[in-house]
């Protein structure tokens, strides 16, 4: 992780979340920005209390990330010292340097912080997987953009209780091609690495990962397995065997 010192925006430099010093655990291939990133919207109601703004209530944002939105002092005083604003603060001055394809080092930075967090869930799972399917990688959706997936809170840049959940499926090649992109035509456009990726990865150190996010987001990558095979294969087997629907729900916001 490299970040410290690149990245200058229009925004100022990118802010660091807690997360970020922690040790990336996939190597990224390919990025792709599909682009269907909303027009960011201004916030409607106050992050303290959640009182709508209104015309006797005037909301007045955040002077450090320009995001967050009170409709008094009391309020923005009372969420910085619960530390709610205090750690999201420089998240969602980060989130709004989000504009995709231009700031691949932010993107790269958050992916990171959350594989952080992710790598001991899906692991066994992919290693019983491809032991019971062959060949393969783990398809990662996200129901929420990278922009709220980087904040440190699950208010997103509106004010709104987000959750966010990460959908993650272990698919062949085959499967790929017959099922997924047939719904999802632009997957194909990174079919040639991740055929590359699915071909030639060590299956006793590697798992390959390729994840979207619902701004279009889209990354290919490896990862490294935790170091014992046989214990992820017991683990990913005694998972399975509860759920056989071949399909993993994280929710990342009760981690
Ligand atoms: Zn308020
Ligand atoms: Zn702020």
Redesign the pocket.
């Given at each position: 992780m490299t970040s410290n010192n690149q990245s200058s925006s229009s925004n100022g430099p990118v802010l660091q979340n807690p997360l970020s010093n922690a040790p990336s655990t996939v190597e990224w291939m390919q990025h792709l920005e599909l682009g269907y990133a909303e027009p960011p919207r201004p916030p409607t109601i106050?992050f303290?209390?959640g009182?709508q703004s209104s015309e006797t209530i005037k909301l007045s944002r955040c002077g450090k990330c320009s995001v967050a939105a009170?409709?008094?002092r009391d309020?923005q005083v009372q969420d910085w010292k619960t530390g709610n604003h205090k750690l999201a603060c420089p998240s969602y001055r980060r989130a709004l340097t989000i504009r995709s394809p231009y700031c691949e080092d932010v993107h790269a930075t958050i992916r990171n912080e959350l594989f952080a967090r992710a790598r001991f869930y899906a692991c066994p799972y992919a290693v019983f997987r491809t032991t019971d399917l062959g060949r393969g990688f783990l398809f990662l959706q996200s129901d929420q953009t990278l922009q709220n997936m980087s904040l440190y809170t699950c208010k997103d840049i509106t004010g709104r209780t987000i959750t966010r959940s990460v959908l993650i499926h272990f698919l062949t090649l085959g499967e790929f091609d017959s099922e997924v992109c047939k719904e999802d035509f632009e997957l194909a456009l990174v079919r040639t690495k991740l055929k590359e990726l699915v071909d030639g990865y060590d299956k006793e150190k590697e798992v390959v990962l390729l994840f979207k996010f619902r701004c279009g987001h889209m990354s290919l990558g490896k990862a490294m397995l935790v170091p014992d095979y046989k214990i992820c294969k017991k683990l990913g087997q005694d998972y399975y065997a509860e759920n056989p629907t071949g399909a993993l729900q994280l929710n990342l916001d009760e981690m």
């Open positions: 106050c303290g209390c009182k009170y409709c008094s309020c």
